[in-house]
């Protein structure tokens, strides 16, 4: 990995090198010591997939340098995308993850022989709108069992909403077959400001199927 910039003076034989050639010389390595004049480490596809485990059988294994630094931190990004190399795009990403879609492995997880989904409810201002919709993408046949968990603007509690009535009545909290439907009641815990924030995750659905 060489530098990618020319040296200012090619000195010849018993040619008097002066203190503004040396000074130059040595300021043009200082102005170019920066990343993009730097050469790469992916001269070909081989050298580009080159990687190396940075802590073999619990041991760590010290990069002695830069080249062995990238593979790295190559052979980490190769392990936390799970892809055959570690430049291919992951099947999912960090926010995807965040945001509730699916983890297959999650997914297959038994509990009574049921599966679970977690999705995040996402904006609700429970205060002026009564109730939302949030897909579910399952088959409403195989959908066993709901629950939707509310956390107040200060997240400093977490609700189950249909555990809070009101006149005798209970919030709605339902599936067809594309949406769970939640409904809190009017003039019930969930009206009021400390549930009013956007821009924020109003909490959680839990579904089980099967």
Not at 3 to 19: H, N, P, Q, R
Not at 37 to 60: C, H, K, L, R, W
Not at 96 to 123: F, M, P, W, Y
């Given at each position: 990995?060489?530098?990618?910039?020319?040296?200012?003076?090619?000195?010849?034989?018993?040619?008097?090198?002066?203190?503004?050639?040396?000074?130059?010389?040595?300021?043009?390595?200082?102005?170019?010591?920066?990343?993009?004049?730097?050469?790469?480490?992916?001269?070909?596809?081989?050298?580009?997939?080159?990687?190396?485990?940075?802590?073999?059988?619990?041991?760590?294994?010290?990069?002695?340098?830069?080249?062995?630094?990238?593979?790295?931190?190559?052979?980490?990004?190769?392990?936390?995308?799970?892809?055959?190399?570690?430049?291919?795009?992951?099947?999912?990403?960090?926010?995807?993850?965040?945001?509730?879609?699916?983890?297959?492995?999650?997914?297959?997880?038994?509990?009574?022989?049921?599966?679970?989904?977690?999705?995040?409810?996402?904006?609700?201002?429970?205060?002026?709108?009564?109730?939302?919709?949030?897909?579910?993408?399952?088959?409403?046949?195989?959908?066993r069992g709901i629950q939707a968990t509310i956390r107040t603007d200060a997240g400093s509690q977490?609700?189950?909403?249909?555990?809070?009535?009101?006149?005798?009545?209970?919030?709605?909290?339902?599936?067809?077959?594309?949406?769970?439907?939640?409904?809190?009641?009017?003039?019930?815990?969930?009206?009021?400001?400390?549930?009013?924030s956007t821009g924020y995750n109003r909490g959680w659905i839990t579904v089980w199927?099967?």
């Amino acid at each position: 990995m060489p530098g990618l910039y020319s040296k200012i003076k090619t000195v010849v034989d018993g040619e008097t090198i002066t203190a503004a050639d040396r000074n130059a010389e040595h300021d043009n390595h200082i102005t170019n010591a920066i990343p993009t004049m730097i050469d790469d480490y992916s001269a070909n596809a081989t050298e580009m997939q080159t990687v190396t485990d940075p802590y073999p059988s619990g041991s760590p294994s010290l990069a002695t340098y830069l080249a062995g630094e990238l593979e790295r931190l190559r052979y980490l990004i190769k392990q936390i995308t799970g892809e055959a190399q570690w430049y291919v795009d992951p099947d999912t990403d960090m926010v995807s993850l965040k945001s509730g879609t699916v983890v297959a492995n999650l997914n297959a997880e038994q509990h009574n022989s049921r599966k679970v989904k977690v999705i995040d409810i996402g904006d609700w201002n429970m205060d002026t709108t009564a109730s939302v919709s949030i897909a579910h993408g399952l088959t409403l046949g195989n959908i066993r069992g709901i629950q939707a968990t509310i956390r107040t603007d200060a997240g400093s509690q977490h609700i189950n909403l249909a555990s809070i009535s009101s006149d005798g009545n209970t919030p709605l909290v339902l599936a067809d077959s594309t949406n769970v439907i939640l409904q809190r009641l009017a003039n019930s815990l969930f009206d009021s400001i400390v549930y009013d924030s956007t821009g924020y995750n109003r909490g959680w659905i839990t579904v089980w199927y099967v």
